[in-house]
């Protein structure tokens, strides 16, 4: 059965040198039994042969690096030098020593008591918390530093880093890396309240700012209504102003009756009606009145009775003779 590890960087602080100028060639890693972080986590070296069984299958030295660089910047193509390498571990009453063979730099830096600590990346099992391996070691001034977690299966799995997570969720958050989990999960609740108020708002939006659909169609329709009839108002009372236009020029002489269907056509185009009347403003009168109304009509016919009355008399024919058969 596949069981699932973690591992944590800055597992505890143990000092490497107790005297200036001295470089250890062994180093104490882990204690024995219960475990205790300073940031309140806990472990157990239970299993103390275990980790040396996990070294082995590494067939590798683990780095000792400066803050952890091994594991932080080396996933991302930086410079993690060594200062230092762990050749062998040993168990010494349930507690694990590392045999170290240091650089120059490392024998310069831990010698000075530029860096005091050691701090191990243990793999421990996520249920219980058993220590089964190491696979780094850093020097380091912070004891407990808050820094990577790895997950990892057995049987040498791809290591996943937890804390890479964390931080990228962090981020996504808009927090810093350095957050606690309190005000993570405050800016969580903050964002699912947001969240919550945002979906009643759209179910319930403020009358203010909108409006039901129905009551905006309804609104919309009664608007465009009320604009074609303003428009069919418009029309009619436009038509009239032509019709009477057009009639005052005939009347006037200005047009001929023959043209009075293309100037109505005009006149119906915009400002076509005022275009025509100042055209008939300036127009020659072209169709003069015939002189053949009801009054002239009347009066030639009298002169013409009046002839006929002349003729008829030398003729002999009397008047009730032309009334008669003038006709």
Request: aromatic share 6%.
């Amino acid at each position: 059965m596949n069981k699932k590890y973690s591992a944590c960087t800055a597992m505890n602080s143990i000092e490497i040198s107790p005297s200036p100028g001295e470089t250890p060639e062994w180093v104490f890693l882990i204690p024995a039994g219960e475990v205790s972080g300073r940031d309140g986590r806990n472990w157990n070296n239970s299993r103390p042969a275990v980790i040396l069984e996990y070294f082995t299958e590494l067939a590798r030295d683990l780095p000792i690096d400066i803050e952890h660089s091994t594991e932080l910047k080396g996933p991302k193509g930086e410079p993690a030098p060594a200062v230092g390498w762990i050749k062998e571990l040993q168990q010494r009453e349930g507690e694990i020593w590392g045999k170290a063979e240091w650089t120059e730099q490392g024998k310069q830096l831990v010698g000075d008591r530029a860096y005091r600590y050691l701090s191990p990346v243990i793999i421990y099992e996520k249920d219980g918390g058993t220590i089964v391996g190491i696979t780094s070691v850093a020097v380091t001034n912070q004891p407990n530093l808050k820094l990577s977690a790895l997950n990892q299966q057995q049987g040498g799995g791809q290591l996943t880093k937890e804390d890479s997570m964390l931080k990228a969720l962090l981020a996504a958050l808009a927090l810093s890396e350095n957050a606690t989990e309190a005000e993570a999960l405050a800016k969580i609740g903050s964002l699912k309240d947001n969240l919550a108020t945002a979906n009643n708002r759209a179910e319930n939006p403020s009358l203010e700012k909108f409006v039901p659909r129905a009551d905006y169609d309804s609104a919309l329709a009664k608007a465009n209504n009320a604009e074609q009839k303003l428009a069919e108002v418009k029309k009619t009372e436009l038509d009239k102003e032509i019709n009477s236009a057009i009639e005052q020029a005939l009347k006037d002489g200005k047009i001929t009756p023959a043209t009075s269907d293309y100037h109505k056509a005009q006149c119906s185009q915009e400002g076509g009606l005022e275009r025509f009347v100042a055209y008939c403003a300036a127009a020659p009168v072209i169709g003069a009145d015939s002189g053949l109304n009801d009054e002239n009509i009347n009066k030639n016919s009298k002169a013409l009775n009046a002839e006929q009355q002349q003729i008829a008399s030398m003729f002999g024919n009397s008047a009730e003779d032309l009334e008669k058969y003038g006709k």
